[in-house]
């Protein structure tokens, strides 16, 4: 049982006016002593606490627990040699409100190494003894303020400390609860154990054995009151003695407690039970977070979904417009425009085959103007214009280009003033009239059209009379297109040439779309690249405001993790509890992120009529990046709380 010895003990709070809380503090206090340390605000009765308790150390002066030297220990020492011999009571309880009265008991053994059912024997004890055994299963939360206060006292002789240091334990109560709460603290203070309370209330003090007061940090008074149990001779109070334990069951208990495991170890179930604790204990704060980090997750599983559905459109789309155009330019031709198509037509994989016969003309007019000589002459078989994707706008119920016929392209229409196409304008071509049946209006894939005169596949383009250079520098030329299936361009490209030229295959010159898996390769590393980079900036957002809120939370439970520390957490216990609940709520952001992200990817892919595309990978890797994201936020949270020291417990 230690005897706590404080010699000429000083502490001084630097600042630019340095203030002196001690100044020379001697004090012994005996084993079994019930104390109260009185004096007006300000006049260093919590500093007082705070040395003789470990919580802090003094500038100068030395404090001896027992044998032991506190200002010599290392670090983990310390806080053994704290949470084996100190219990502590604060004014504000400090009960996790989430949890049960009998684990906020078992928070004494947490950083022990004991097994949880000791722990929970042991916590039960306590109970009993403070007299709320039947509460041990409610919400610490659900409990009346004196209710409190004494799962905090069992919390504190739980361990079996065998000091309890109290800080003002019924400021928060009235009368009646501060009467119950002075007779639970005497009798603990009965079966041996030393009571130092820290109080305003003169019913408190007068209910103690020995009243120290302190004024500017001196203390100006030490009194044994009249009528107390004789500790020591009545006349020097702060003489050595020491009190036997009455050798009743609590006591026992607290002897026992005392001896098990102060290895300062947490065990992973408590590390997560508390970790889980701490999230509970707020749920609409920490349900905000989750959705910090779903947001952020969410985003990019959209992204991702997104550029998956948008690579698989972007592939639809090159396959439905360039990707099915093979065009075959005939150097040598043999035979007519039909027959060329025909032959075409008869390949696996076409899907509209057309053939063109283009020459220049030197004189084309209507009545209205004239068109330039060297103005194409064409004429087509009736599939071709649709082939190349040329928009007509034809007279009346027209479809078709009969003989003495022709389509006008619409710059040359304009060109040549053409009137309307229901007066029924004519055009002259080399001498001969035909009738204007319709215009071309648009040719994205053979634009020289819309300058063009085109006629059936008999129109007689080949008698145009040769003009002079450099006008035909531009030979007679037949064409064949072909549209094909999606997938099959490639494989027509290459057998046209013997379909069309069997005597000479090599006199076919075939223009097919270039290679799709380069292209499209490219188009998809665009679309991704920018969505990445869209991720990207989501999570960094989701990181850097988690990182911001868990820092604040920490901050506002610096009491609750000053009592860890009192109880005898190292610094790595902290982190870790602040990491873990960091990775709880990532795990959590992760699975929401993933939810909201499948359901944005839905919603966009059907609204825009593309097929939804999943990749099951993506559910792991989600909640992998809540964890984290959260992780990285968390550690600038769990640094600080690391750096948290136990004497934050005793702030108010
Ligand atoms: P009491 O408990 O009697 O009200 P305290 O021990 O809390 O007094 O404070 C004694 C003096 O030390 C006061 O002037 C207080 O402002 C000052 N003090 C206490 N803690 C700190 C601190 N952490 N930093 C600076 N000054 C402090």
């Given at each position: 049982?230690?005897?706590?010895?404080?010699?000429?003990?000083?502490?001084?709070?630097?600042?630019?006016?340095?203030?002196?809380?001690?100044?020379?503090?001697?004090?012994?206090?005996?084993?079994?002593?019930?104390?109260?340390?009185?004096?007006?605000?300000?006049?260093?009765?919590?500093?007082?606490?705070?040395?003789?308790?470990?919580?802090?150390?003094?500038?100068?002066?030395?404090?001896?627990?027992?044998?032991?030297?506190?200002?010599?220990?290392?670090?983990?020492?310390?806080?053994?040699?704290?949470?084996?011999?100190?219990?502590?009571?604060?004014?504000?309880?400090?009960?996790?409100?989430?949890?049960?009265?009998?684990?906020?008991?078992?928070?004494?053994?947490?950083?022990?190494?004991?097994?949880?059912?000791?722990?929970?024997?042991?916590?039960?004890?306590?109970?009993?003894?403070?007299?709320?055994?039947?509460?041990?299963?409610?919400?610490?939360?659900?409990?009346?303020?004196?209710?409190?206060?004494?799962?905090?006292?069992?919390?504190?002789?739980?361990?079996?400390?065998?000091?309890?240091?109290?800080?003002?334990?019924?400021?928060?109560?009235?009368?009646?609860?501060?009467?119950?709460?002075?007779?639970?603290?005497?009798?603990?203070?009965?079966?041996?154990?030393?009571?130092?309370?820290?109080?305003?209330?003169?019913?408190?003090?007068?209910?103690?054995?020995?009243?120290?007061?302190?004024?500017?940090?001196?203390?100006?008074?030490?009194?044994?009151?009249?009528?107390?149990?004789?500790?020591?001779?009545?006349?020097?109070?702060?003489?050595?003695?020491?009190?036997?334990?009455?050798?009743?069951?609590?006591?026992a208990h607290a002897a026992a407690a005392r001896q098990e495991g102060h290895d300062s170890r947490l065990s992973?179930?408590?590390?997560?039970?508390?970790?889980?604790?701490?999230?509970?204990?707020?749920?609409?704060?920490?349900?905000?977070?989750?959705?910090?980090?779903?947001?952020?997750?969410?985003?990019?599983?959209?992204?991702?979904?997104?550029?998956?559905?948008?690579r698989a459109q972007v592939a639809q789309t090159f396959d439905a417009t360039r990707n099915i155009q093979v065009?075959?330019?005939?150097?040598?031709?043999?035979?007519?425009?039909?027959?060329?198509?025909?032959?075409?037509?008869?390949?696996?994989?076409?899907?509209?085959?057309?053939?063109?016969?283009?020459?220049?003309?030197?004189?084309?007019?209507?009545?209205?103007?004239?068109?330039?000589?060297?103005?194409?002459?064409?004429?087509?078989?009736?599939?071709?214009?649709?082939?190349?994707?040329?928009?007509?706008?034809?007279?009346?119920?027209?479809?078709?280009?009969?003989?003495?016929?022709?389509?006008?392209?619409?710059?040359?229409?304009?060109?040549?003033?053409?009137?309307?196409?229901?007066?029924?304008?004519?055009?002259?071509?080399?001498?001969?009239?035909?009738?204007?049946?319709?215009?071309?209006?648009?040719?994205?894939?053979?634009?020289?059209?819309?300058?063009?005169?085109?006629?059936?596949?008999?129109?007689?383009?080949?008698?145009?009379?040769?003009?002079?250079?450099?006008?035909?520098?531009?030979?007679?030329?037949?064409?064949?297109?072909?549209?094909?299936?999606?997938?099959?361009?490639?494989?027509?490209?290459?057998?046209?040439?013997?379909?069309?030229?069997?005597?000479?295959?090599?006199?076919?010159?075939?223009?097919?779309?270039?290679?799709?898996?380069?292209?499209?390769?490219?188009?998809?590393?665009?679309?991704?690249?920018?969505?990445?980079?869209?991720?990207?900036?989501?999570?960094?957002?989701?990181?850097?405001?988690?990182?911001?809120?868990?820092?604040?939370?920490?901050?506002?439970?610096?009491?609750?993790?000053?009592?860890?520390?009192?109880?005898?957490?190292?610094?790595?216990?902290?982190?870790?509890?602040?990491?873990?609940?960091?990775?709880?709520?990532?795990?959590?952001?992760?699975?929401?992120?993933?939810?909201?992200?499948?359901?944005?990817?839905?919603?966009?892919?059907?609204?825009?009529?593309?097929?939804?595309?999943?990749?099951?990978?993506?559910?792991?890797?989600?909640?992998?990046?809540?964890?984290?994201?959260?992780?990285?936020?968390?550690?600038?949270?769990?640094?600080?709380?690391?750096?948290?020291?136990?004497?934050?417990?005793?702030?108010?």
């Amino acid at each position: 049982m230690p005897r706590i010895r404080l010699v000429g003990v000083a502490k001084s709070y630097p600042g630019p006016s340095p203030v002196h809380a001690l100044r020379g503090i001697d004090l012994t206090i005996e084993q079994g002593e019930l104390i109260a340390i009185e004096g007006p605000s300000g006049a260093g009765k919590s500093t007082l606490l705070n040395m003789l308790a470990l919580l802090d150390l003094p500038t100068s002066g030395k404090i001896l627990v027992g044998l032991d030297d506190p200002s010599a220990m290392r670090p983990r020492a310390l806080a053994k040699l704290r949470s084996c011999t100190f219990g502590f009571i604060f004014q504000g309880f400090h009960l996790l409100d989430a949890h049960t009265v009998i684990e906020n008991v078992t928070l004494a053994f947490r950083y022990r190494a004991l097994p949880r059912a000791r722990q929970l024997e042991l916590a039960a004890a306590a109970l009993e003894q403070v007299g709320l055994a039947d509460r041990a299963e409610e919400l610490a939360r659900n409990l009346s303020g004196g209710q409190r206060q004494r799962v905090a006292i069992a919390r504190a002789i739980a361990g079996g400390a065998p000091v309890l240091v109290a800080d003002e334990p019924t400021g928060n109560l009235d009368s009646e609860n501060s009467a119950a709460i002075i007779d639970l603290l005497t009798s603990i203070a009965r079966t041996g154990r030393t009571v130092v309370i820290v109080t305003h209330s003169a019913d408190v003090a007068a209910a103690t054995d020995r009243r120290i007061v302190v004024r500017d940090g001196r203390i100006a008074s030490d009194a044994r009151v009249a009528g107390a149990p004789a500790l020591a001779a009545e006349d020097e109070p702060t003489e050595v003695l020491s009190l036997a334990s009455d050798g009743g069951e609590p006591s026992a208990h607290a002897a026992a407690a005392r001896q098990e495991g102060h290895d300062s170890r947490l065990s992973l179930p408590d590390l997560l039970r508390d970790a889980w604790g701490t999230l509970a204990s707020r749920p609409g704060k920490y349900a905000a977070l989750v959705l910090v980090i779903a947001l952020g997750v969410g985003l990019a599983v959209t992204t991702f979904g997104l550029t998956e559905a948008a690579r698989a459109q972007v592939a639809q789309t090159f396959d439905a417009t360039r990707n099915i155009q093979v065009d075959a330019a005939l150097g040598d031709p043999r035979t007519s425009i039909s027959e060329y198509a025909a032959r075409s037509e008869q390949l696996a994989g076409v899907d509209l085959a057309g053939a063109v016969h283009i020459t220049r003309s030197p004189a084309i007019s209507a009545e209205s103007g004239e068109a330039p000589a060297g103005t194409p002459l064409a004429a087509v078989t009736p599939d071709y214009l649709e082939s190349v994707g040329a928009t007509v706008r034809w007279q009346g119920q027209k479809r078709e280009i009969a003989d003495g016929e022709v389509l006008v392209g619409g710059s040359l229409a304009a060109e040549l003033g053409l009137p309307p196409l229901f007066s029924g304008p004519r055009v002259r071509v080399n001498g001969t009239e035909a009738q204007v049946v319709g215009i071309i209006e648009e040719s994205a894939l053979a634009p020289e059209l819309l300058r063009s005169v085109v006629g059936g596949a008999s129109f007689p383009v080949a008698d145009s009379p040769l003009l002079p250079p450099p006008v035909t520098a531009v030979p007679p030329e037949m064409a064949v297109h072909v549209r094909a299936v999606p997938g099959a361009a490639q494989q027509i490209a290459q057998q046209l040439p013997l379909a069309l030229q069997p005597e000479d295959p090599s006199s076919v010159h075939v223009q097919a779309p270039p290679d799709p898996q380069t292209q499209r390769g490219s188009i998809e590393a665009t679309v991704r690249a920018s969505l990445l980079a869209l991720s990207a900036v989501s999570i960094l957002v989701a990181v850097i405001s988690l990182m911001n809120s868990m820092s604040v939370s920490v901050l506002e439970r610096s009491r609750e993790l000053g009592l860890r520390r009192a109880l005898g957490a190292q610094r790595s216990h902290l982190r870790r509890l602040v990491m873990v609940e960091a990775m709880l709520l990532g795990a959590a952001g992760g699975v929401c992120g993933l939810f909201l992200g499948l359901l944005a990817v839905l919603s966009v892919s059907i609204s825009r009529g593309w097929v939804p595309i999943f990749d099951p990978v993506l559910a792991p890797i989600a909640v992998a990046a809540g964890i984290v994201v959260a992780a990285l936020a968390g550690a600038v949270a769990a640094w600080r709380a690391s750096r948290i020291q136990p004497v934050e417990a005793l702030r108010l």
